[in-house]
């Protein structure tokens, strides 16, 4: 395991890299969701194959990665993830992105597609929720803080069952230990997104993963989005919600094995 500081713009962020370290080896990097840090792929990096090189990182405003003033732009966050794939000297890896990691995933593909030879779009979509929803939201968290949206968060986030598991103070924490600000300048990124036209343009090996209880990005409409690109995959997992690399990550590592060897990423 190897940490590493990016900087970006006067912007400090903080990467991983497990596995591999080699830049010749297949690479897998993941972009988490807004409220999470890198540490929400805890469960999933053990789990993939020996002969990768994995790489994660904290979104601004996010984890140990530095809290710029808001609102962020999707610009800037897609410009980070190719700062951090830069400064890895990545090629071709697959991208693997959850919600706001997700829309991450499309824009890189558009913008470096140097970069990704093929993507996971977990629990996304080419755009998420409307300007007001996000208003309000960015409202909430700077005038009463994280803490004030934790419960209605974990319930777009969990099944039921999971909301009843010790499990969840961990996730919980994550998710109030987010600065407001970071948290606020990420809900305007995505506020301020609709990839539906240059996500349409893709032409990349794609797999969509929905959960069946996910309360932020239903299944249809993280289908509607992957269906934009000919030819993609599309996996239900049923009885979870919008993190289901928490709530079932040997179910969710299988799922990426199976689509890394469809791709044959293990082997170029
Ligand atoms: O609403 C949530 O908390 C879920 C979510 C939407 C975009 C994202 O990254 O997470």
Same mark, same amino acid.
């Given at each position: 395991?190897?940490?590493?500081?990016?900087?970006?713009?006067?912007?400090?962020?903080?990467?991983? %890299?497990? #596995?591999? &370290? &080699?830049?010749?080896?297949?690479?897998?990097?993941?972009?988490?969701?807004?409220?999470?840090?890198?540490?929400?792929?805890? +469960?999933?990096?053990?789990?993939?194959?020996?002969?990768?090189?994995?790489?994660? $990182?904290?979104?601004?405003?996010?984890?140990?990665?530095?809290?710029?003033? #808001?609102?962020?732009?999707?610009?800037?966050?897609?410009?980070?993830?190719?700062?951090?794939?830069?400064?890895?000297? *990545?090629?071709?890896?697959?991208?693997? +992105?959850?919600?706001?990691?997700?829309?991450?995933?499309?824009? %890189?593909?558009?913008?470096?597609?140097?970069?990704?030879?093929?993507? *996971?779009?977990?629990?996304?979509? @080419?755009?998420?929720?409307?300007?007001?929803?996000?208003?309000?939201?960015? &409202?909430?968290?700077?005038?009463?803080?994280?803490?004030?949206?934790?419960? *209605?968060?974990?319930?777009?986030?969990?099944?039921?069952?999971?909301?009843?598991?010790?499990? =969840?103070?961990?996730?919980?924490?994550? %998710?109030?230990?987010?600065?407001?600000?970071? $948290?606020?300048?990420?809900?305007?990124?995505?506020?301020?997104?609709?990839?539906?036209?240059?996500?349409? #343009?893709?032409?990349?090996?794609? =797999?969509?993963?929905?959960?069946?209880?996910?309360? @932020?990005?239903?299944? &249809?409409?993280?289908?509607?989005?992957?269906? %934009?690109?000919?030819?993609?995959?599309?996996?239900?997992?049923?009885? *979870?919600?919008?993190?289901?690399?928490?709530?079932?990550?040997?179910? $969710?590592?299988?799922?990426?094995?199976?689509?890394?060897?469809?791709?044959?990423?293990?082997?170029?």
């Amino acid at each position: 395991m190897r940490d590493m500081k990016i900087e970006r713009d006067g912007v400090t962020l903080h990467a991983r %890299l497990d #596995g591999v &370290d &080699d830049t010749n080896a297949p690479t897998l990097v993941f972009a988490n969701s807004l409220g999470t840090t890198l540490h929400m792929w805890d +469960g999933i990096v053990p789990l993939l194959p020996d002969g990768l090189r994995i790489i994660r $990182y904290d979104k601004r405003g996010h984890g140990q990665s530095d809290v710029p003033d #808001g609102p962020y732009t999707m610009g800037a966050l897609v410009s980070d993830a190719a700062a951090v794939c830069d400064a890895f000297t *990545v090629k071709d890896a697959l991208f693997v +992105g959850l919600s706001v990691g997700g829309m991450i995933a499309q824009g %890189l593909a558009v913008k470096r597609p140097d970069l990704i030879r093929a993507m *996971v779009l977990s629990n996304t979509a @080419a755009k998420i929720g409307n300007g007001p929803m996000w208003q309000d939201r960015i &409202d909430a968290v700077l005038d009463k803080g994280l803490s004030s949206l934790a419960d *209605v968060t974990m319930q777009r986030w969990f099944s039921r069952d999971f909301l009843m598991s010790p499990q =969840l103070k961990h996730w919980r924490d994550m %998710l109030t230990s987010t600065p407001p600000a970071g $948290y606020a300048g990420v809900c305007a990124a995505i506020a301020g997104t609709d990839f539906y036209t240059p996500t349409s #343009g893709l032409r990349i090996p794609t =797999l969509g993963i929905a959960g069946s209880e996910d309360g @932020a990005t239903p299944p &249809d409409l993280v289908r509607e989005t992957v269906d %934009l690109i000919p030819g993609s995959q599309f996996s239900l997992m049923r009885r *979870v919600g919008h993190l289901p690399c928490a709530e079932a990550p040997d179910a $969710y590592a299988k799922i990426l094995i199976d689509f890394i060897a469809a791709t044959g990423h293990m082997t170029t």
